[in-house]
């Protein structure tokens, strides 16, 4: 996450929030607040695919000037965050961010993608 727009608390609390959610879900989190280079979502793409494990990994890239917000998901996530989860966590970050709210929105989006990305829990009867 790089740090141009975002205080040192408001990272602190990312990073929390992030920390939070790889523990719910064991999928890596990465969060871009800044500007995208060009098309938005290649450049989510390419930020995805320069992390350490792609497949196991949620990109979320924010350029609050240009009003972009990309999420990417590596095919392992996709087993488990539908497009329809991922869509409907994107919502409610654009909610936030369009009140003001950019580190609240990201919080709760980080905090929904990990609720809907944990492997189901299966209970084995004899």
Same mark, same amino acid.
């Given at each position: 996450m790089p740090a141009g727009e975002l205080s040192p608390s408001e990272r602190f609390a990312l990073d929390e929030a992030i920390r939070r959610a790889?523990? /719910?879900?064991?999928? =890596?989190f990465s969060v871009f607040?800044? &500007? !995208? =280079? #060009?098309?938005? &979502? !290649?450049? !989510? #793409?390419? @930020?995805?695919n320069s992390l350490v494990v792609p497949a196991r990994s949620i990109l979320i890239m924010v350029d609050p000037a240009a009003r !972009? @917000?990309?999420?990417? /998901?590596?095919?392992?996530? &996709?087993r488990t965050l539908s497009d329809n989860e991922t869509e409907l966590a994107a919502l409610h970050m654009r909610e936030s961010f369009a009140a003001g709210d950019l580190v609240g929105g990201l919080k709760h989006g980080i905090g929904m993608l990990a609720e809907h990305a944990r492997p189901p829990h299966y209970l084995h009867a004899d």
């Amino acid at each position: 996450m790089p740090a141009g727009e975002l205080s040192p608390s408001e990272r602190f609390a990312l990073d929390e929030a992030i920390r939070r959610a790889e523990q /719910t879900c064991r999928y =890596e989190f990465s969060v871009f607040v800044g &500007r !995208a =280079e #060009g098309d938005p &979502r !290649a450049f !989510a #793409g390419s @930020l995805h695919n320069s992390l350490v494990v792609p497949a196991r990994s949620i990109l979320i890239m924010v350029d609050p000037a240009a009003r !972009a @917000l990309e999420i990417v /998901t590596g095919s392992e996530v &996709r087993r488990t965050l539908s497009d329809n989860e991922t869509e409907l966590a994107a919502l409610h970050m654009r909610e936030s961010f369009a009140a003001g709210d950019l580190v609240g929105g990201l919080k709760h989006g980080i905090g929904m993608l990990a609720e809907h990305a944990r492997p189901p829990h299966y209970l084995h009867a004899d």
